[in-house]
């Protein structure tokens, strides 16, 4: 299910003083099972052209397609559009209101029209993806840690069954084994075919996880590529305020001391190059 974007501009408060062009000229695809990092700094418009693929804002001007329906056209199902496209916003857990963890799984597909034991293997299911303890589902999610409490509002999307997941910097404010936790159960579902797409200021997740990324910049798409593509451009980058992985960097400094590696963009691409970078110098002195 490709969601194609075309020519997208979205101004916040048109002819008001307060007049933000906060999307202009936006035009990409984004292509079934891919997981797209959405990157950019403070303001370059990630958030609001997340909200624009379910529909949560209707552009100024351009359209967004959806399995080539264009989502903002008259009489368009906005319902099963985000059935079909599940958004979970920056620090979800906020969202959370029911009394336990399984009747706030089970929020999205009762509204879908599923009861009885059906519902209850839709819940399951989910709760079962998001790697939380077996007896969390019967307690109150405000009992649970934050990561955990994330991890809920995240398995209530998952149960509406969405083909797209976009997701609105799930792992901002976590601690590392928070983090870690969160960035596999996206992995999986990735690999268990999910399209992602996810906010993110982590380059370091960024370079891990994605399999292209898109570069907002003042509301316009200034990159487009793959994580090793987009982090080749380190100034540019920099120019924008934004960081390389620091697996990049560190390559950067040993090459600057006089080591012959390439960028990398995990630590074991890091490890591998620096140990053949060794193996290259020991054979010349030897």
């Known amino acids: 299910m490709p ?9 916040y408060q048109p002819g008001s003083p307060f007049q933000s062009d906060a999307l202009q000229d936006i035009d990409f695809t ?3 099972g891919e997981l797209l990092a959405l ?30 329906e264009d989502i903002n056209q008259k009489g368009a199902n906005r319902r099963a559009l ?5 958004l979970l916003f920056q620090y979800a857990e906020y969202q959370l209101f029911e009394e336990t963890v399984y009747k706030d799984i089970a929020f999205g597909p009762k509204n879908q029209g599923l009861t009885g ?18 007896d969390a589902l019967q307690k109150s999610p405000f009992d649970l840690s934050g990561g955990q409490m994330r991890r ?9 069954h969405p083909r797209v997941l976009v997701l609105d910097e799930p792992i901002a404010g976590l601690d590392p084994r928070g983090r870690d936790e969160l960035t596999e159960i996206i992995n999986e579902l990735h690999q268990d075919g999910v399209t992602m797409v996810i906010i993110s200021h982590n380059m370091d997740d960024v370079a891990r996880i994605a399999t292209r990324a898109a570069v907002l910049h003042k509301g316009r798409l200034a990159m487009l590529g793959t994580p090793r593509e987009i982090f080749s451009r380190g100034d540019e980058l920099a120019a924008m305020g934004l960081d390389v992985p ?11 001391g006089g080591m012959d590696v390439p960028d990398c ?16 110098e020991a054979a010349i002195h030897a």
Not at 82 to 86: F, I
Not at 246 to 256: I, N, S
């Open 30 to 32: 984004i292509e079934d």
């Open 152 to 160: 809920v509002a995240l398995a209530g999307v998952i149960a509406m």
């Open 246 to 256: 620091q697996t990049v960097q560190l390559c950067q400094a040993l090459r600057a």
């Open 117 to 134: 034991d059906e519902l209850d293997a839709r819940v399951r299911e989910a709760f079962a993806r998001v790697h939380l303890p077996e």
């Open 82 to 86: 985000r059935q079909r496209v599940g």
């Open 39 to 68: 990157i950019g700094h403070t303001g370059s418009g990630k958030s609001t052209l997340a909200q624009h693929l379910n529909g949560l804002l209707t552009p100024t001007s351009g359209r967004v397609l959806v399995d080539g």
């Open 265 to 280: 963009l995990t630590n074991e691409e890091l490890c591998d190059a620096i140990c053949r970078a060794l193996g290259k």
């Open 3 to 11: 969601i194609k974007i075309e020519h997208l501009s979205h101004v």
